[in-house]
């Protein structure tokens, strides 16, 4: 089965960017034998990003896609993001632009759900070290926009983590053990979803 996985890069202060650092940290720790794992790197940028997440579904076709986004107010945080929504993209991003209509798919549903129980995940995931949060509002920028592109085009076969920034106690090692547990549990739900 191929899972793909994607971190952003580079933002604002943000040079090294945590979640695109937990990606390839998951990439070397691996998800098992049956489970193909490709990891991309995203830009900030609205248009690219959604460029590079269609090519993910309409070539690859993977069975789940987990996209993996830096959470610059969370300190010792990650956050399930249960779904996307299509409006409100005012904000511009790396290159200046923000998308037309300020929405992700024009006449789009206003918001899809992954069809990942993130509440279940939520309450019998844990990771030691750090606290595990739910959420349903992404929010509004590069990362709730690719969420939403990913739920639209791979019909709800999509996940979004949120992640801290790195420092002392949360390592790229840390995170990418982390993102581990969470994502074997998640792929359970899609072997689950399957039968």
Same mark, same amino acid.
């Given at each position: 089965h191929?899972?793909?996985f994607? &971190?952003?890069?580079p933002f604002?202060q943000?040079l090294?960017n945590?979640?695109w650092?937990a990606?390839?940290?998951?990439?070397?720790r691996g998800l098992?034998e /049956?489970?193909?794992?490709?990891i991309?790197?995203?830009?900030? !940028?609205?248009?690219?990003?959604?460029?590079?997440v269609? %090519?993910i579904?309409?070539?690859l076709q993977?069975?789940?896609?987990?996209?993996? =986004?830096?959470?610059s107010? !969370?300190?010792a945080l990650? $956050?399930?993001e249960?779904?996307?929504k299509n409006? &409100?993209?005012?904000e +511009?991003?790396?290159? =200046?632009?923000h998308?037309e209509?300020a929405?992700?798919?024009?006449? =789009?549903?206003?918001?899809?759900?992954?069809?990942?129980?993130? %509440?279940t995940?939520?309450k019998n995931?844990?990771?030691e &070290? $750090?606290d595990?949060i739910?959420?349903r509002?992404?929010?509004r920028? $590069?990362?709730? *926009?690719t969420? *939403?592109t990913s739920?639209?085009y791979? /019909? &709800? +076969?999509a !996940?979004?983590?949120h992640v801290p920034?790195?420092?002392?106690s949360v390592?790229?090692?840390?995170?990418?053990?982390?993102?581990?547990t969470?994502i074997l549990a998640?792929?359970e739900?899609?072997g689950?979803q399957?039968?």
């Amino acid at each position: 089965h191929l899972s793909f996985f994607s &971190g952003f890069g580079p933002f604002r202060q943000y040079l090294v960017n945590s979640s695109w650092e937990a990606v390839k940290e998951l990439s070397k720790r691996g998800l098992g034998e /049956n489970i193909d794992l490709r990891i991309m790197q995203l830009p900030v !940028a609205y248009q690219k990003a959604k460029e590079q997440v269609c %090519k993910i579904w309409t070539t690859l076709q993977p069975l789940l896609t987990v996209h993996v =986004g830096l959470a610059s107010s !969370a300190t010792a945080l990650i $956050i399930l993001e249960q779904c996307g929504k299509n409006k &409100g993209y005012q904000e +511009r991003d790396a290159c =200046g632009f923000h998308p037309e209509g300020a929405c992700c798919v024009l006449d =789009g549903p206003e918001k899809i759900e992954s069809t990942i129980n993130m %509440k279940t995940l939520w309450k019998n995931t844990s990771v030691e &070290g $750090i606290d595990i949060i739910l959420s349903r509002d992404a929010g509004r920028y $590069i990362c709730d *926009y690719t969420y *939403y592109t990913s739920l639209y085009y791979g /019909n &709800g +076969r999509a !996940a979004f983590i949120h992640v801290p920034p790195l420092s002392e106690s949360v390592t790229a090692e840390f995170l990418g053990k982390a993102l581990q547990t969470i994502i074997l549990a998640m792929l359970e739900q899609c072997g689950e979803q399957r039968e």
